[in-house]
């Protein structure tokens, strides 16, 4: 097999660099004036392109705002599951992926906020393929916080009589309503609050004399 010529493979790589800026472009806009409000001709004018540029990479509307859902899942995978590489522990991996959210958050890396906050926020009530997503997406994240914590406890870190699913439904709540107030009330306290009640839960020890752990729910 003959090698692709090399303006061929320039060229291929030039429209991946073009489609990740219009992207990320696209994610940042999102947080700030919904997914709903994305459309070739917006993209184009916010990314200074021709709207048959931005049409080039994105057929239809739809194809924009589910593409988006994946950059921005991307950046949030960098940003808030990175960190857990070194974890050696389920605890450590659960403390750590909190507080890295929590940073993620203070550190704006989205212009308008966590844009699963507010984007399962916009479409909590509209069916569809962009619904299916977003909900595809929270499922893996509340997994993945529940099956720590029931891991945890099997580890003999936190109380094995916690319900795991409860103990993710919380850890939750406190993320989404730290991004919420930090950003709607422009309170930085939310976040060190939100820190503490995280740090509270996961410092739950096994207590003398418990029974079995709860099967995670």
């Given at each position: 097999m ?5 303006t061929?493979?320039?060229i ?7 489609r ?5 472009s696209?994610?940042?806009l999102?947080t700030?004036?919904?997914l ?9 004018e916010?990314t ?7 049409f080039?990479h994105?057929?239809s509307k ?6 988006t ?10 940003e808030v599951?990175g960190?857990?590489a ?5 605890l450590?991996?659960l403390?750590?992926?909190c507080?890295a ?9 989205f212009i308008g906020?966590c844009f699963?906050?507010?984007s399962m ?7 569809g393929p ?5 909900i595809e ?10 099956d720590n ?6 580890d003999g ?7 795991p ?18 950003w709607?009330m ?6 060190k609050?939100?820190?503490a009640a995280?740090?509270?839960i ?12 709860n099967?995670?729910?």
């Open positions: 003959s090698l692709q010529p090399a061929n493979r320039r291929r790589e030039d429209g991946q660099l073009a990740a800026e219009i992207l990320q696209a994610a940042q999102a700030v004036e919904g709903e409000g994305l459309s070739i001709a917006r993209i184009a916010a200074g392109r021709s709207k048959s540029g931005v080039a994105f057929k739809l194809e924009l705002q589910l593409a859902v994946d950059a921005a899942n991307a950046i949030y995978e960098r599951f960190p857990t070194s974890a050696t522990s389920a450590e991996r403390r750590t992926v507080h959210a929590l940073s993620y958050f203070e550190r704006r890396v906020g699963f906050v507010s926020a916009e479409f909590r009530a509209r069916k962009v619904q299916d997503r977003l997406i929270n499922r893996a994240w509340m997994d993945y916080l529940r914590v029931a891991e945890a406890q099997s870190d936190l109380d094995p009589t916690l319900d699913g409860q103990v993710a439904f919380e850890l939750n709540a406190f993320l989404e309503t730290a991004d919420v107030l930090y709607l422009d309170d930085p306290g939310a976040i609050r939100a820190g995280i740090d509270r996961l410092d739950d020890r096994p207590r003398t004399g418990t029974a079995q752990p099967a995670p729910s």
